[in-house]
């Protein structure tokens, strides 16, 4: 109860405060679950139980991504057993795909480039860069405050962080978005050889179905899975962890919270379809900015998932529409360009940069900022002269030369854009360049849907908490499911706040959190 209400204390919130106005906070139907059979439950009856467990654990985790791979770690290295089942016959969920980038500070990287951060001044920017409604400072420090042996622990698992992926990211004024060598999917490769090696057992083509809930305690104590057509029953000796990732990939759902996102172009985990989300819902728990998005604007108009993000724009590149002007400070990021793309002619627009730019991202260890591999890809289109480029968008060559030619004029002149505002790459950091050494390189760009912000209400023990702000015993959370929630939220444009680095870091963090609570939970047997 306690650390249930210390969430909205931090608001000023108390749960009378929070229940008189639950309106504009639940998702529709939140409030209704209830656990299996509970209407016929007394303290000595165990009908709800199941005649046979196929499986125990201390831990068991629902989705085999960064989270749940994180978790099942973390906790053979505290001595627990665990199981992590994944309904894909895959591992690796939306942190094989995503950008690969992981918001550290204070990291023996960092220092050696002579990077001065920690904690204090990571906690700063994403507080400035997440402040608006919603914003959860104690869940937004927490994750700070426990990240610092992130880097150790993954350097140790052998992630390698290259000097070149250390790069400016949206709402960081100092650098430290940490890029792994070889791309987010080689880091899962890793992550999931290593969990593999410490005991983890990995169920794959298993999808999580129900949780099992006492009715009387509402403790969470087991899984109801699908595997190979049958039903087979998880038991969790200490706790269960929703690591399932976002509903993105439900476009009934995703229409379900907010009109028109259901026709966005899905580029995420194809296991991102919110059934972590319902089992949760179905036992009390509330879900958070259904409504609002995380979708990002940097998908490839080639590209087919979320390993086809491509995002020169993010460091410096400018963006033009089909007829040839730019119409929006690129520095806003990828939730405030975003919004802008629906409104362009033909429904893409198009990065562009010269060849001193690509030369410098030419090998980056970033598959979203890579221009080689951009080009091998086919979604990066070589143009000898501005003349190619314009008819490569269909535009006037004088329109785009003077678009370009103020741009670069701004720049050398008086050290910004003086047409939208645009005053770093990205948010407050990084230097703008000018564009003006042939070849010219173009991206075609479409808006498309990564991730959303909607996601479960929990505390900072990563506690699954119920309408009344109280935790589900023993239901904890990790990753999309819950990562955006406690950022803040853009009212006028229905997008949550987004923090560069924070999403897959924050799905291992709060991994590795649950794991060490469970060590000071009691196992239950029956």
Request: with cysteine.
């Amino acid at each position: 109860m306690k650390d249930g209400n210390r969430v909205f204390d931090s608001q000023g919130l108390s749960r009378r405060g929070f229940l008189a106005g639950a309106g504009a906070l639940l998702a529709a139907g939140a409030l209704t679950g209830c656990g299996p059979n509970a209407e016929a439950a007394t303290a000595d009856d165990a009908s709800w139980l199941p005649t046979k467990w196929d499986y125990e654990a201390d831990l068991i985790a629902v989705g085999a991504g960064g989270g749940g791979l994180a978790a099942g770690i973390t906790a053979r290295d505290e001595g627990l057993e665990a199981i992590v089942i994944e309904h894909l016959p895959y591992a690796g969920g939306s942190s094989a795909i995503c950008g690969g980038g992981i918001g550290m500070c204070g990291t023996p990287l960092q220092k050696e480039l002579g990077i001065d951060d920690s904690p204090e001044k990571y906690l700063a920017d994403v507080l400035v860069n997440s402040a608006g409604p919603m914003s959860n400072e104690a869940n937004i420090k927490a994750h700070i405050n426990s990240i610092t042996d992130m880097y150790d622990w993954l350097t140790g698992l052998g992630v390698v962080f290259p000097a070149s992926g250390l790069l400016d990211s949206q709402g960081n004024n100092t650098i430290r978005e940490h890029h792994v060598e070889g791309g987010a999917g080689a880091a899962m490769t890793i992550i999931q050889e290593a969990a593999l090696e410490k005991g983890v057992k990995l169920l794959l083509n298993t999808q999580g179905q129900e949780l099992i809930q006492n009715p009387v305690t509402k403790e969470v104590l087991g899984v109801i899975a699908e595997q190979e057509g049958k039903k087979i029953y998880l038991k969790a000796r200490r706790g269960i962890l929703l690591a399932t990732g976002s509903f993105a990939a439900n476009l009934e759902m995703l229409e379900q919270y907010r009109y028109g996102l259901g026709q966005s172009k899905v580029i995420c985990s194809p296991g991102n379809t919110g059934l972590g989300h319902k089992m949760a819902m179905q036992l009390g728990a509330v879900m958070l900015k259904a409504g609002y998005n995380v979708g990002v604007s940097v998908g490839a108009a080639k590209g087919e998932s979320g390993a086809d993000l491509v995002g020169m724009y993010v460091q410096g590149a400018i963006l033009v529409n089909r007829e040839g002007k730019r119409f929006v400070n690129e520095a806003l990021g990828i939730n405030g360009v975003g919004p802008t793309l629906s409104s362009q002619s033909g429904g893409s627009v198009f990065q562009l940069y010269d060849q001193k730019f690509a030369d410098a991202f030419w090998d980056n260890p970033a598959n979203m900022y890579c221009a080689s591999k951009h080009v091998e890809k086919g979604f990066s289109v070589k143009c000898d002269t501005l003349e190619d480029a314009a008819a490569v968008i269909g535009c006037p060559t004088a329109d785009l030369k003077a678009t370009l030619d103020k741009y670069n004029e701004d720049v050398k002149t008086v050290g910004y854009d003086t047409v939208f505002g645009r005053e770093f790459t990205n948010a407050t950091a990084g230097e703008l360049m000018t564009f003006e050494q042939a070849p010219y390189y173009l991206e075609e760009t479409v808006q498309a849907m990564a991730g959303m912000a909607g996601g479960l209400w929990e505390n900072e023990n990563c506690q699954i908490l119920n309408q009344y702000g109280e935790p589900i015993p023993r239901l904890y959370a990790a990753g999309e499911i819950v990562q955006y929630t406690m950022l803040g939220v853009d009212t006028n444009l229905w997008i949550n706040k987004t923090h560069c680095g924070w999403g897959w870091c924050g799905a291992m963090n709060h991994g590795r959190l649950v794991a060490k609570h469970l060590v000071e939970v009691e196992p239950w047997d029956a």
